[in-house]
């Protein structure tokens, strides 16, 4: 039997898991990425923001594990994709231009608290729902703490396999995690 515990001013019956999402639409073009290059938002390093998974834990500066993870891909494209979603307790990370290399400084790669792959290039993790795709999460069961004053983790993608994108593809992630 779970035990009865008041969360944002909800009472739950059973476990805390919460299940935050966060997701961009991609440029429209098609140029194929190279690996470690970044997939976001923009062609311009300035445009870019970290994804934002907002209440991943119950108080500011919590703890929690990273249990699942779930991306959906708009399409359901010839080849799929294999991406890395790194997770980072600040949003103070620099970001470069969508279909660029990695720009993350050694200090800031300091900050990255969890990470999990998303390899579509592994049937097992691949579910084709039509059109679109979904691809479950590997290399997760990571412990993580916010920073202080934070509920917030902040993702970064990269390129891990030399993706060729749909135009105007859109990403969406969903994190299964347990916050202590």
Not at 60 to 82: H, K, V
Request: proline content about 3%; overall charge negative.
């Amino acid at each position: 039997m779970g035990v009865r515990v008041e969360q944002d001013g909800r009472w739950n019956v059973g476990g805390l898991s919460v299940f935050p999402e966060a997701e961009f639409t991609r440029p429209a073009d098609t140029t194929q990425y190279t690996a470690n290059d970044v997939v976001a938002q923009s062609t311009t390093a300035a445009s870019n923001k970290l994804l934002v998974f907002r209440n991943c834990v119950l108080v500011p500066g919590g703890t929690g594990i990273l249990y699942s993870g779930l991306l959906f891909a708009s399409t359901d494209a010839a080849t799929n994709p294999n991406f890395s979603l790194a997770l980072f307790n600040t949003e103070d990370i620099t970001i470069a231009a969508d279909n660029a290399a990695s720009t993350v400084t050694d200090a800031q790669a300091r900050n990255m608290v969890a990470a999990g792959t998303f390899d579509g290039t592994n049937g097992a993790n691949v579910h084709t729902l039509g059109a679109n795709l979904v691809i479950t999460a590997t290399s997760i069961g990571q412990t993580f703490k916010c920073a202080e004053g934070s509920r917030n983790l902040y993702g970064l993608v990269i390129d891990r396999g030399g993706y060729t994108p749909a135009s105007a593809e859109n990403f969406r992630f969903r994190l299964g995690i347990l916050p202590d």
